[in-house]
Nanobody, 117 residues
Framework: QVQLVESGGGLVQPGGSLRLSCAASGFTFSRAAMSWYRQAPGKERDFVAGSFRAGAKTNYAASVKGRFTISRDNAKNEVYLQMNGLEAEDTAVYYC??????????WGQGTQVTVAS
């Protein structure tokens, strides 16, 4: 059974930092592409950051580039999103996504990030 479990969300002031974690199970993590998406109220779910299979390459949405960093620990089957310089516009539910080597798509339940003073 595939599971993606996010943690680390919360309330933070503008300019602050948070680190999200996603623990994965049920598929070959090291061969999966892992990504973070987010969905703000009333908006579509948008790509935030991605780590290609084995973590050789990463890519970011323009809005977070230079502030957010995606990383992964293939030994622990975990992917992380370090978020620095948070802005009110970063407020959203953040979802972990895994795409297995045979192109199955998996989603976590989401974790709320709220940036407010």
């Amino acid at each position: 059974q595939v599971q993606l479990v996010e943690s680390g969300g919360g309330l933070v002031q503008p300019g602050g930092s948070l680190r999200l974690s996603c623990a994965a199970s049920g598929f070959t993590f090291s061969r999966a592409a892992m990504s973070w998406y987010r969905q703000a109220p009333g908006k579509e779910r948008d790509f935030v950051a991605g780590s290609f299979r084995a973590g050789a390459k990463t890519n970011y949405a323009a809005s977070v580039k230079g502030r957010f960093t995606i990383s992964r620990d293939n030994a622990k089957n975990e992917v992380y999103l370090q978020m620095n310089g948070l802005e009110a516009e970063d407020t959203a539910v953040y979802y972990c996504n895994g795409q297995s080597e045979d192109d199955y798509d998996y989603w976590g339940q989401g974790t709320q990030v709220t940036v407010a003073s």
